[in-house]
């Protein structure tokens, strides 16, 4: 390579040098975002497997019971009683007041 062509050579690297970088440092921050949502996610399911339907009182298996279309878990060793979000407006803005009473007793187990 003569003297001409690395002189050209040095001057485009200087001129795109900051593009260069910044391109660089783009890509590794995506590489890092990619590991983290990854890490992320694995600590999700890892978590998921240890707590997904137990009860978070006594750690037992929760069942899933239905009444009227609405799902409660049921503690298979202290029977206590846990709703997801929405599930409990379900009951008092959709339900007529004997079918929350019914409800209500089916729950205790009256």
């Known amino acids: 390579m003569d003297e001409v ?7 485009w690297f200087r001129e795109n040098e900051k ?8 890509a590794r921050e995506k590489r890092e975002h990619e590991r983290t949502e990854k890490g992320r996610a694995e600590e999700r399911e890892r978590l ?3 707590h997904h339907m137990k009860c978070p009182k006594c750690g037992h298996d929760l ?5 009227h279309a609405i799902e409660v878990d049921r ?4 029977e206590g009683f846990f709703m997801d979000a929405g599930e409990i407006e379900q009951l008092f803005l959709n339900k007529s007041a004997s079918e929350r009473r019914g409800f209500t007793r089916w729950l205790l187990k009256i």
């Open 63 to 67: 069942k899933v019971e239905v009444f």
């Open 19 to 26: 593009d260069l970088l910044e391109a660089a440092k783009k």
């Open 75 to 78: 503690c298979t060793f202290c």
């Open 48 to 50: 998921q497997k240890l």
């Open 5 to 11: 062509d690395r002189s050209r050579e040095d001057a």
